[in-house]
């Protein structure tokens, strides 16, 4: 993130909804003498029209900033295998697949486009509720796809085996009942 930079989250906006983006922002506060008086000087979407990103203007103090404005939505509960429910947390997914794909030629946007399409399908799949097994169901299934050595690092830690033969025997069965991906494009595994 730029130096200076604020994180904003808005909530989704409806097409019939939408309205011209005002030059001057009301809502929006200096990060540095904490006015409200700031005016936007540029607006660009990125990552598919998800973020918009907006350099912005103090008018007091006149120092410059950026913010990043994304949708929010709304997950559902996870359920965890002992039964507890939580919130949905991105960063957990985030970081058990960047540990499993640890010195593997993967890059950082792979892992985030990952990340977004499995967001993407646990809200297709549930509105309410879903389970931690299918979340990793959906993890090993993306991981398999893009490189074969992250998705048995986390398939062995995630099934929790007890020896090496339920290991190999579980990863061949998995093979032939392995989830598949739907008329993916190409360029979500390559760069």
Known sequence: MVKGAVQKNI???????KRAISRKSEQMKCPFCSTLDTKVLDSRTSEEGLVVRRRRKCEVCQKRFTTFETVELSMPMVIKRDGRRETFDREKIKNGIEKACQKRPVSQAQIDRIISN??????????????????GQLV??????LDPVAYVRFASVYRKFQDVAEFVNDLKSDEASQY???DEPKEIWSE
């Open 11 to 17: 909530s989704l906006v409806l097409p019939w909804t």
């Open 140 to 145: 090993m299934m993306y991981l398999r796809h």
């Open 180 to 182: 598949k991906i739907k």
């Open 118 to 135: 499995i967001e993407k399908a646990i809200l297709d799949v549930s509105d309410k509720e879903i389970g931690a097994q299918e979340i």
